[in-house]
């Protein structure tokens, strides 16, 4: 396909043409979009009451309260666990291509030259992951910002997202027709105007860019046209599930789309619920008010010389008295023939609060329903009821979803990086196979901080009571360790080195005495497990790099410790004391 002219890009802004697939897709990232972003759901709530009149709509929208965020962020903040993995990392070779100039490598790009961003992985978990989880269809365009660089200066890339609503049109490996988000500023007939707007259009062998001006004459303005010397076009998209596929087209629904149905029952429900607590959670008072205002003496006006009655500010047009619930309420007493005042003469209406608390119930479920969707029940304030092999699935689900998500971002960081090797250093180093060999070999993390401290406990509680085996609760132990002691090495290594050189960590004390009944654990066993702390300290201020040795060789200077504390020990000391066995002479049924 040839270098486009300005006719080819009118259809997109007069007819609108789009790709078969745009609304449905801009659409999709809508739906998440308002969970995300906290804005009001015009569609959602005006679907649930569509008889209702403009005010009451309106009222609906200066109360709204984004319902939904907090559980988004809580889905956003928990996948944040995937970049501190510990197993997850972009390693680079250390070899370097000649040709590749002294601080120009792609490694020292990667890490701190990306403009704005420092760093690709900076870029990616700070900008493109949100994008990523909220709308699948987005992609991201690499492009050099100084094209116009000398000769012997390397290109600097930077990728942009483009979220589904700016990505006009495409047709894999053929082109895409992507919109900026940028204003341009143009003058028309001695009048500044902003609403201009900057297209790209991507082949296999051009890039061109125009700017689109609504009100003038000559409507395109081409500002860039460059050779791709890439031979193919540098956008990739940020995927998720696939959903539809057609020739040249695609369509992809974000992971964590399953939370949609649920959350947008809480914000009908919440909006309603709202309404509710209006109408019938505040207190309303009644009471008798026989007397007359005074004000106006009961009429409700007051007579206003040459015009017509004004309305009574004090009684506000009713006639009678107001009553003030921080005063006394004085009642006169009955007239002859009048019934007598009810008593008390004032109290407040009773309301049905069971709806709100049902509503509430609701709601909390809703959220719980959208969290085990994908399998991030644990981020619910629900109590979690299920059963111990209930939750055991549940850790299984959360590694799937997690392993899932951060499989793409691998890819799509992996795709940017390149992209950006492609644009560097394709034109002065032409072998494939060299230029592959530059790229950071990336891992997909597989150990995740799932479940907080508190889920531990419970979990390490059961397991105790179930007598699960001693390494099983050891490994739970670690976890909680490294959980609520991540800030403070010290504390977190020496608790992983006791469970890790006890002999009998994990075990609880009925079994070390049972096994001590029957003789099968050694007595250096059981003073390493009675002083395990003192011999960990000890071992720790006595050589630096302790935690770093290996195992056999820390077990080694640990019983070196047991013994010299079984010569402290006397042998008396260390038997049972015998029975005395000293006779009672008062005793008469003993024979002497």
Not at 260 to 278: C, G, I, T, W
């Amino acid at each position: 396909m040839p270098a486009i002219t300005e006719k080819f890009l009118y259809p997109y802004v007069q007819e609108k043409l789009r790709h078969p697939f745009y609304d449905v897709t801009v659409e999709k990232a809508h739906e998440l979009n308002i969970h995300a972003s906290g804005e009001f759901p015009e569609k959602l709530i005006g679907e649930r009451r569509p008889a209702e009149s403009v005010e009451i709509k309106e009222y609906r929208r200066k109360i709204f309260v984004p319902k939904t965020k907090p559980v988004f962020t809580k889905v956003y903040n928990s996948l944040m666990k995937i970049p501190r993995s510990p197993d997850f990392s972009i390693m680079f070779d250390d070899e370097t291509p000649a040709k590749v100039a002294k601080g120009e490598t792609l490694k020292e790009y990667i890490n701190n030259s990306i403009p704005v961003w420092g760093s690709v992985s900076n870029w990616y978990w700070s900008i493109a992951f949100r994008h990523y989880l909220i709308d699948a269809n987005a992609v991201v365009f690499t492009l050099p910002t100084n094209f116009d660089s000398q000769d012997n200066e390397y290109y600097k890339p930077v990728p942009v997202v483009f979220t589904s609503d700016r990505v006009i049109d495409y047709k894999e490996g053929e082109y895409y027709v992507l919109l900026t988000n940028d204003r341009i500023r143009y003058e028309e007939s001695a009048t500044t105007f902003s609403d201009g707007a900057k297209f790209y259009v991507v082949q296999n062998d051009v890039i061109q860019a125009y700017h689109y001006y609504p009100y003038r004459t000559r409507q395109f303005d081409e500002v860039m046209n460059v050779p791709n010397t890439l031979g193919y076009m540098p956008i990739r998209s940020m995927r998720g599930i696939c959903t539809e596929q057609g020739e040249g087209f695609a369509m992809y629904e974000s992971r964590i789309a399953g939370i949609v149905p649920m959350l947008n029952e809480v914000l009908r429900e919440y909006s309603d619920l709202q309404a509710e607590v209006v109408q019938h959670i505040h207190s309303t008072m009644w009471s008798i008010q026989p007397q007359q205002c005074k004000n106006c003496k009961g009429r409700g006006s007051i007579p206003k010389e040459n015009s017509a009655p004004v309305r009574c500010e004090v009684c506000n047009g009713v006639g009678i008295a107001p009553v003030n619930p921080f005063e006394s309420l004085a009642i006169p007493p009955a007239k002859a023939g009048e019934p007598q005042a009810v008593t008390p003469p004032m109290g407040y209406v009773e309301k049905n609060t069971d709806i709100a608390r049902l509503q509430q119930e609701r709601i909390r479920q809703h959220v719980y329903d959208a969290l085990s969707s994908i399998g991030m029940e644990h981020l619910s304030e629900t109590p979690m009821v299920q059963s111990g092999i209930a939750k055991l699935v549940d850790r299984d689900e959360q590694h799937s979803m997690y392993h899932s998500v951060a499989a793409d971002s691998v890819r799509v960081i992996g795709d940017v990086i390149y992209d950006i090797c492609m644009w560097r250093y394709k034109e002065s180093i032409q072998d494939v196979v060299t230029l592959e060999s530059m790229l950071p070999a990336i891992t997909i993390p597989e150990r995740f901080d799932l479940l907080s401290a508190q889920v531990l406990i419970e979990e390490l509680k059961g397991m105790i009571e179930a007598k699960v085996d001693p390494a099983i609760i050891n490994a739970t132990q670690v976890d909680l360790t490294e959980k609520r002691f991540a800030n403070d090495p010290y504390v977190r290594d020496t608790v992983k080195l006791k469970l890790k050189l006890d002999p009998f960590a994990g075990v609880t004390e009925e079994a070390i005495s049972l096994r001590k009944t029957f003789g099968v654990i050694s007595e250096m066993d059981m003073v390493i497990n009675a002083n395990i702390n003192e011999f960990v300290n000890r071992a720790m201020q006595e050589h630096k790099d302790f935690g770093a040795m290996p195992i056999q060789e820390q077990q080694t200077i640990i019983k070196a410790y047991a013994e010299e504390k079984m010569e402290e020990i006397e042998p008396d000391d260390m038997q049972p004391e015998a029975p005395d066995e000293t006779i009672d002479e008062t005793r008469t049924d003993i024979e002497v």
